[in-house]
């Protein structure tokens, strides 16, 4: 039986470990889209700073977002549990430290309905940090720094809903974006979109990449 009547055009994946002090600005941005037809998955990767003390009230005036909890099992985890619920026609992402544009989710829809034969895009972000901050380890040589503007920034992906089914989400690697990217270019029609309106906050010091950046930079 199904007992949601609503049928969302996108849904927004945000997993989030921690992070009471950023969150509501990721949500806010999401509030502030001009494309207003879309549901919220918010997964919870078993936060210790009461978090939901400040989700709660938000959760119960907008009827479009979920919520889910569930023990620490780290973001790929966290984004497939999103994604075996998610209903929308179309999905994507957002980082709890980050944020949206506000025509961010309207222009990419626009785009699919431009171009139908598209599966899934991907896009560069807006970089929001020190320039130093902006290097993170190459996933194909991890003795080595790339920028992030020449890297698959995974929270930009936007796509079809069966193209993540069919591959199964993504898998628990480091790089975890780029080894979906290189998988579901071998199946679908994926294309970059020059459309920076994923705002990418590189402040963050509890970040899975900068952690990893600093293990390899003390070895």
């Known amino acids: 039986m199904n007992i949601n009547l609503t049928k969302y055009k996108v849904s927004i994946i945000l997993t989030v470990f921690n992070r009471k002090q950023k969150i509501i600005r990721a949500i806010k941005s999401i509030l502030k889209q001009t494309f207003k037809n879309f549901e919220l ?11 939901e003390k400040i989700l709660f009230p938000i959760l119960k005036k907008h009827n479009n977002f979920k919520y889910i909890r569930h023990s620490n099992r ?43 034969n598209v599966d899934l895009i991907h896009s560069p972000a807006l970089l929001i940090g020190k320039e130093k901050d902006f290097y993170v380890v190459d996933a194909r040589n991890k003795k080595k720094l790339i920028h992030l503007n020449e890297c698959i920034i995974g929270a930009t992906f936007f796509g079809k809903r069966y193209v993540f089914f069919e591959l199964e989400g993504f898998r628990k690697i480091y790089s975890y974006d780029s080894d979906f990217f290189r998988r579901a270019k071998k199946k679908f029609n994926v294309e970059e979109i020059k459309i920076p309106t994923y705002i990418y906050h590189r402040d ?11 293990k390899i930079i003390n070895k």
Do not use: C, Q, W
């Open 41 to 51: 998955i918010i997964i919870d990767d078993g936060s210790t700073d009461e978090v």
């Open 74 to 116: 780290h973001t790929v985890l966290s984004m497939n549990t999103g994604l075996k619920i998610a209903e929308g026609e179309l999905i994507t992402f957002l980082d709890s430290d980050d944020e949206y544009s506000p025509e961010h989710i309207e222009k990419r829809v626009d785009f699919f309905k431009k171009n139908k």
């Open 204 to 214: 963050s010091k509890d970040s899975v990449v900068t952690l990893i950046k600093k």
